[in-house]
């Protein structure tokens, strides 16, 4: 029995240690881990809004910011994890492999006539314009050659 203990306390002693390292060294990759162990406390029946809402209460952000993302919208220095709660999937998404950490979205959003570009840099992004749905036709056709 005292052998059984003395594990299970070392184990939680290793697993605490090593979930502090995550959140010293990359806080949003925690925040990612700790928002995926909160999703096997929901009940089936909450709807995907509510776990939206839910998962943007846990960031590390101000409630202005966070008013921000659940209201379907986004400031500069979001996270990608960020943009996904207040915006979800993007209709295309590219990775700059020469740069880590840079990435650009394409969302078309319902009523909106051209499309709308994000730019990430070092995982925050940094842009966001509308660009014609002309460019972005030309991409994904030269994409496909």
């Given at each position: 029995m005292k052998r059984i203990l003395a594990l299970t306390c070392t184990f939680i002693f290793l697993a605490t240690g090593s979930?502090?390292?995550i959140k010293v060294k990359n806080p949003d990759a925690f925040y990612s881990l700790a928002?995926?162990?909160?999703?096997?406390?929901k009940n089936s029946e909450i709807g995907a809004e509510q776990?939206?809402?839910?998962?943007?209460?846990l960031l590390p952000i101000s409630d202005e910011k966070k008013e921000i993302?659940?209201?379907?919208t986004v400031f500069l220095g979001?996270?990608?994890n960020m943009v996904l709660l207040a915006l979800g999937k993007p209709m295309s998404e590219e990775r700059d492999a020469a740069?880590?950490?840079a990435q650009r979205w394409i969302y078309h959003f319902q009523d909106?006539?051209?499309?709308?570009?994000?730019?990430?840099?070092?995982y925050k992004l940094?842009?966001?314009?509308?660009?014609?749905?002309?460019t972005v036709q030309v991409e994904q056709h030269s994409a496909r050659r």
């Open positions: 979930l502090a390292v928002i995926s162990f909160s999703a096997f406390e776990q939206r809402l839910s998962k943007i209460r993302l659940v209201s379907k979001a996270s990608p740069q880590e950490g909106d006539s051209r499309p709308t570009e994000l730019r990430f840099e070092d940094v842009s966001a314009r509308k660009i014609s749905s002309h």
